[in-house]
């Protein structure tokens, strides 16, 4: 029988798993148990605003009764865990948080939920998002705020906000986000957890949408958030693989990765960037890092691709608002040409690039496109010397709630004021070439907050980036709980 539930809220997925196949734990009891922490922790932290229950335990006692039999069961026989708001759940809400979209509820699963599910997991909920899931912080007129389980005055990140912070505060035991703009390694940086960024395309986005049938977003991704990294791989191996005919005319394997020390890579380190600069508070904590893969015999070099970093960044933000400019209605896109039409020929301001890669043509996009292989042939050509690249995440720790428009918002970094939407610096820096990229946490702030690394790898290298996180949670620095959960 279970006891204090404390002493498992924060176990990993993989070892609850395992309890429940021994049947040390029963799937309706750890549900029942979990169930009992959100109402304790999450009117505060307002992270889980769909719930489903009642499903839930239906699936729960259906589960434990697979085990009586001796039934097979899958990897995630009985784990009680979470989505993002934005993936259909057959008889929920996906609003993207916007009021308009309130009453659209699913009538299917998403692929991604669908695979879990198969696996054995017991969804119960789906997690706090922004506005069409275009903040990096998580609040929206729907479900209001979700905060930082290190501090309710600060955001867990956005846009899979809600995501992080269930799992931080050990409400869930695993989750599924998104990624177009950090919205994964965002939020797993500012919650102290392990997080992938996925190569592009090597899961099906069916279903992470509004419509169910929408055709996949060019650079997003899905990717599991976890308390561990362990977790984030068995995650990985349940909802990876493409679908529709592909499986039929090709198999589907992520190379393997067979480095098993820290020495064995060759790490390039990335600290900082005069494009979009980071705060000591971050670069200090990779400089000890980079210190301590030295001690361990690893090769560590400061080295970066061969990129101007504003004409990347410039790159990624046309070909990002490109995409997100699809869901603007015919009135509003109209308006945005008629906008477009009387910028200045050299703005390259937030709001111009905006305007122009909502609205730009698709030859420019295929002119784009072809700057995108270069910034790829850029990264192949470090990574013939270099194993791994870690780099920030983000600028600074959790920053506080900002009512702030995104465009105009500012940051304190070093003490002075920059502007936040030149962070997505440090998204797009990978994310416009398509690359995996894990988030683990390496230390505290001076604000006793979260601090994370960005572990980049060559494209659909996923499980090497996952190697090395791996390693450094069992050897550097593992998930630790926030005070007072």
Known sequence: MLGN?????????GELARRIRSREIGCAEILEATLDRV???????????????????????TADAALARGDAVGPLHGVPMTVKECFQLTGTPTTYGVEAHRDNIAHKNATTVDRLLWAGA??????????????????NPIYGRTNNPWNLERTPGGSSGGAAAAVCAGMSYLEVGSDIASSV??????CGLFGLKTTYGIISVRGKSLAPT????????????????????????????PDDAAPSAFPFALPPEHRMRLR???????????????????????????DFLRAQDATVDEARPALESE????????LLRATNGARASEADFAKQQEMTARLAPDAIDMASMTLRGATMSHRRWLQLNIERRRIQDAWDALFTRYDIVLCPPLA????????????????????????????LFWAGYTGVAYLPSAVAPIGLSPENLPIGVQIVGPQYHDLRCVRFAQLLEQQYRSFVAPPGY
């Open 396 to 423: 600074t720790a959790a920053h506080p709630h900002s009512n702030e428009p995104v465009a105009s918002r500012m940051l304190t970094v070093n003490g002075k004021q920059v502007l936040y939407m030149k962070q």
């Open 214 to 241: 929408a055709p996949d977003d060019d650079i997003s991704v899905i990717g599991p958030i976890a308390r561990s990294a362990s977790d984030v791989e068995l995650a990985l191996s349940v909802i990876a693989g």
């Open 39 to 61: 109402e304790r922790y999450d009117g505060a932290i307002n992270a889980i605003v769909v719930r489903d229950v009642e499903k839930a335990r239906e699936r729960a006692k």
């Open 311 to 318: 004409r990347l960044f410039n790159t990624y933000m046309l």
């Open 122 to 139: 017991n969804i119960f909920g789906k997690t706090n998002v922004p506005p069409y899931l275009a903040d990096g912080q998580s609040q």
């Open 185 to 190: 390694r965002n939020p797993a940086h500012f």
């Open 264 to 290: 064995d890579f060759r790490v390039a380190m990335i600290y900082d960037d005069s494009f979009a600069p980071v705060d000591d508070e971050v670069s200090n904590q990779l400089r000890t890092l980079a």
């Open 5 to 13: 539930m404390d002493d498992i809220s924060f176990i990993s997925t």
